[in-house]
């Protein structure tokens, strides 16, 4: 680098203090002050590693680049007025209503993959992204990640390193901005890059240690890591956090507040500059690798009575879906032979990845398969799903296409006991922004849901169940997305099930009220969100009272999605749900304890009719 270079090099850094200053000055919010520490770090990276053709934010041959400190958004938008990508209007918008600059990072803007600011989770995607294109885009692009040093902390953060450096993910590279504070204070290890690099190198990383406002190193550091063989690159370089105005530099208390004397800073920092960069576009091939496929989906079909699982008919189902489908890969959290993903990993190995038991890690990588236009489905039990569920929140909010499937769900898992069963899923994932809830009772209609997910937007969770259960539709059968099926019909009250209650709900029906003289409609509400607001509604009316049955906590589940549709419907529904914390038992003696039986159906239909009739 000659003397020009780096003269172009601290102005640019300047202009992108500057502009982050001005930003957050307009917003009167945000995060200057952690923006302006990894201004060289930034100011390198776009001008002289970076490859990217701005022009062409879909060129799938593109570098990506992911602040996973979100926080420093002003700096991002920043790089993108130097390269043409935003005005400096615009850029003054930040934080306004209507702009596209938001807070923190989300894909409205060009070149952003995925939503940030939930700290540690913009590292664990950018591994997601290296895999892509190691494995599937088979494409010589880089990952780049900017990380802080407070984020550090996260968990997710070392489930990043533990899985890159396993893999051996050369394409990757982390940047880690040591400023030394954090937001109420010191960080941990404060400026001890030795203590980091020695954690992070125990995973397999080559580490650099530089000094972060030195664009001679930054430049060196950049180059080794593109160059790197065998290991991803980890960058650890020492900052100060407002670096250059006196007013913040180093300064606690400073974390997340605009500059209280901005054009004081702006003089400091040497005036407005109005600099660009010619970012280089990538030079090697741009069409991604394509998967043979048949084009032609031959879904297993299962004859009505015989017993099989759900989860059993969602792994021959996608493994199906994925000869069907080239773009179509699978993500386990190292249950596969519980979950019955193995089906899918036998079948397509290449489009298999193994993530261990890190949730958030699996969930992640989807998320970063998916920006690059591959349909992921990622397999797990229900209950360890909750430990990702802040990422699959960050999904939603980056507008992710994401297949999530939850096997042994319930207390219907039997003697595992409550550690084991998914009791909070449906609560959980109905609350997701966009999301859609499936909840199959039979391979059939399991294998078709699983291929209708493929096609649909926005997160999609399928809860399946571990235990073999009758297979009461036919292989023709179809299942729309929002709605219903009626298994029976009675004018006397109606029963809503899914899954595993929709076989204890027929027996009641069948069994038990046909003995007492009562007939009951009884509805499969496989689609629990959306669910079909209309039918029950017109189920409501013809028979006057619902019961809703479902092995799941009360609160969240399918007894409050039917309240919900029926808020304007003035009749009685009683909710059948697992209320007390199980314990070790039979698959039966635990639908019996929780009350969600065909012996307890019956019995709230009893009472229900008994209080319609007088």
């Known amino acids: 680098m000659d003397e020009r270079d780096y003269r172009f090099l601290c102005d640019l850094a300047a202009q992108l203090r500057v502009d982050s200053v001005r930003a957050s000055a307009a917003a009167d919010s945000g995060h200057p002050t952690s923006s302006m520490s990894a201004a060289e770090l930034m100011a390198v990276l776009l001008a002289r590693h970076l490859r990217l053709d701005p022009r062409d934010p879909a060129n799938p041959a593109n570098d990506h680049l992911i602040f996973s400190k979100g926080h420093a958004s002003p700096l ?26 938001e807070g923190h990072p989300t894909p409205r803007l060009p070149f952003v ?106 430049d060196y550091a950049l180059a080794d890591a593109r160059g790197a063989r065998r290991r991803p690159t980890a960058v650890l370089a020492r900052t100060s956090k407002g ?24 003089i400091e920092l040497g005036g407005p500059r109005d600099l660009t960069v010619d970012v280089r576009p990538p030079t090697g091939p741009r069409d991604p690798y394509d998967f043979v496929a048949t084009g ?36 386990d959290g190292e249950v596969a032979d519980s979950t019955k993903l193995d089906a899918f ?25 998916q920006a690059r236009g591959w349909r992921p489905y990622a397999a797990t039990f229900a209950a360890f799903l909750t430990r990702a569920y802040d990422f699959v929140r960050m999904a939603a909010i980056s507008r992710a296409d994401l297949c999530l499937v939850g096997s042994h769900a319930g207390v219907s898992i039997g003697e ?61 059968e179809r299942f729309p997305i929002g709605g219903s099926k009626v298994l029976r019909t009675g004018g006397q009250a109606t029963i809503v099930a899914a899954g595993i209650t929709v076989h204890e709900a027929l027996a009641a029906a069948d069994d038990l009220l046909d003995e007492d003289g009562i007939a009951v409609t009884v509805i499969d509400a496989y689609s629990v ?29 399918l007894g409050d999605a039917v309240l919900a549709a029926l808020a304007t419907s003035p009749v009685p529904v009683v909710k059948l749900a697992v209320s007390a914390l199980p314990g070790s038992a039979t698959p039966q003696e635990q639908l019996e304890d929780a009350g969600i039986d065909r012996h307890a159906i019956r019995l709230a239909v009893q009472d229900l009719v008994k209080r319609a009739t007088g």
């Open 76 to 101: 991002l938008y920043s790089m993108v007025k130097a390269a043409g990508v935003v005005t400096d209007d615009e850029l003054l918008t930040f934080r306004r209503h209507g702009s596209r600059l």
């Open 113 to 218: 993959d995925v939503a940030t600011g939930s700290l540690g989770f913009g590292l664990p995607v950018g591994v997601g992204l290296a895999l892509t294109g190691r494995k599937l885009d088979r494409l010589p692009y880089h990952v780049w990640v900017l990380c802080g040093d407070s984020e550090l902390a996260e968990g997710s953060i070392w489930e990043a390193f533990e899985h890159a450096g396993h893999e051996g993910l050369t394409n990757l590279t982390v940047i880690v901005d040591v400023n030394r504070l954090g937001q109420r204070g010191p960080t941990r290890h404060g400026w001890d890059l030795s203590a980091y690099a020695r954690r992070i190198s125990a995973f397999g990383w080559h580490t650099i240690e530089i000094d972060g406002h030195d664009p001679g190193e930054i």
């Open 243 to 266: 670096y250059g105005v006196s007013e913040v530099e180093d300064r606690e208390g400073k974390h997340g507040k605009p500059i209280k004397d901005p054009e004081q800073a702006i």
């Open 296 to 331: 032609t989906l031959d879904l297993p079909a299962y004859e009505m009575g015989e017993k099989v699982a759900t989860r059993q008919a969602f792994g021959e189902a996608l493994a199906a879906l994925g000869a069907a489908c080239g773009d179509v890969v699978a993500l």
């Open 345 to 369: 990993a036998k079948a397509h190995p290449e489009r298999f990845f193994e993530c261990y038991i890190a949730e958030q890690q699996m969930v992640a990588a989807a998320i970063g398969m």
């Open 416 to 476: 595992d006991g409550p550690s084991q069963m998914g009791l909070e899923d449906l609560a959980a994932f109905r609350a997701v922004h966009g999301s859609t809830v499936l909840y199959p009772c039979d391979a059939n209609q399991t294998a078709r849901l699983v291929a209708d997910m493929a096609g649909l937007g926005g997160i999609r969770y399928l809860r399946t169940t571990r235990g073999g259960t009758p297979v009461v539709y036919g292989a023709d």
């Open 529 to 557: 969100k959306p669910i079909d607001v209309e039918r029950l509604r017109i189920a409501a009316a013809d028979t006057g009272g619902i019961v809703t049955v479902e092995d799941h906590w009360p609160e969240g589940g």
